[in-house]
């Protein structure tokens, strides 16, 4: 059946063949073709108990990680159950865990079995490609992204934006709080850190003062890569904070200064301020370092002998 309504699901991972003798390599001498066709009558009989096993379970989809075989697929067939052979390890997994089962490799104890749901199963057909299409599933937060490109090298893009944009939707799903973007909550670092600076005496104000000045070039690189005065917009930025605008923030599309709250532009607060201590605890790194160690420059003997040729047929 191509289409299915209400399925209950099996997701199974157990061997669905009946040449197990040529896979492991054993042999059988036979005294005649009639010996021969019972081997393999008697093989037969085995899946077709192995298969009323499955079917005495209700289902009406089955799904093997492994390979199915013409005459189980058959019998399969003629009972209307779908079945579904060779899927990808990973994909059986996710495939349990949306539908609500769980894989299984015996079926003598059908009560044992915890078997999937969904509301339809369908064969769809994306381009070239046929796929088959769980709809309404027990999670139903689950779904599937198809990603469809020119050249292998889109398609790689295009993954990579992709999961990096579902990477930030978890992060701020997991810390839902988010600070004002535009380089807002730069400027106001900034101007707390030169708050604290001026209250400092001696060689430390210089080092809060770097610190504050570093602060300050996240708007400055924002401005820079809109093609737009960074010296001019950033100095505008800081006179609007010390006015007491706390929401402004750069407004890219107009390269001014705009506010970021009623823009709606913000940025994670945990993504913020792993930056903030990563970029801090490279700086102590290279700080602490109180050595450099000076490598002699590399000689480039292939140019010297080549010059030295030169003048020999010359001279």
């Not at 192995?50 to 189980?72: A, M, S």
Request: proline share 2%; glycine share 8%.
């Amino acid at each position: 059946p191509k289409r299915i309504e209400n399925a209950t699901i099996m997701v199974a991972n157990t061997p669905m063949d009946t040449d197990k003798i040529k896979i492991f390599g054993a042999r059988i001498r036979v005294e005649g073709t009639g010996k021969l066709e019972e081997l393999e009558r008697a093989e037969r009989e085995k899946m077709r108990a192995k298969v009323e096993k499955i079917k005495d379970h209700g289902i009406t989809c089955f799904v093997n990680r492994q390979l199915i075989y013409n005459w189980p697929e058959q019998l399969f067939a003629d009972a209307g159950i779908m079945s579904i052979e060779h899927a990808d390890f990973d994909g059986v997994e996710r495939l349990a865990l949306v539908t609500g089962g769980e894989i299984t490799s015996t079926f003598d104890h059908p009560e044992l079995v915890r078997l999937g749901h969904c509301d339809v199963i369908e064969e769809v057909i994306i381009g070239e490609d046929r796929l088959i299409k769980f709809s309404g599933v027990a999670a139903g937060e689950a779904c599937t992204i198809v990603l469809r490109g020119a050249t292998h090298q889109l398609l790689d893009e295009s993954e990579r934006s992709l999961h990096d944009a579902l990477s930030v939707l978890s992060q701020t799903t997991q810390e839902p709080r988010t600070v004002l973007g535009g380089g807002c909550s730069e400027v106001l670092m900034s101007k707390a850190v030169d708050e604290i600076a001026a209250k400092t005496a001696g060689k430390q104000q210089a080092a809060i003062e770097a610190f504050s000045r570093a602060l300050r070039q996240m708007p400055t690189i924002l401005a820079d890569n809109g093609g737009y005065d960074s010296a001019d917009l950033v100095a505008k930025l800081r006179a609007s904070h010390y006015e007491g605008n706390k929401t402004h923030g750069l407004d890219m599309e107009h390269g001014a200064v705009g506010d970021m709250r009623e823009l709606g532009i913000t940025e994670s607060f945990k993504l913020k301020r792993q930056v903030l201590l990563s970029a801090s605890e490279a700086a102590e790194m290279i700080l602490r370092v109180d050595d450099i160690i000076r490598c002699a420059p590399r000689q480039r003997q292939g140019y010297i002998v080549g010059r030295r040729k030169q003048f020999g047929q010359t001279g």
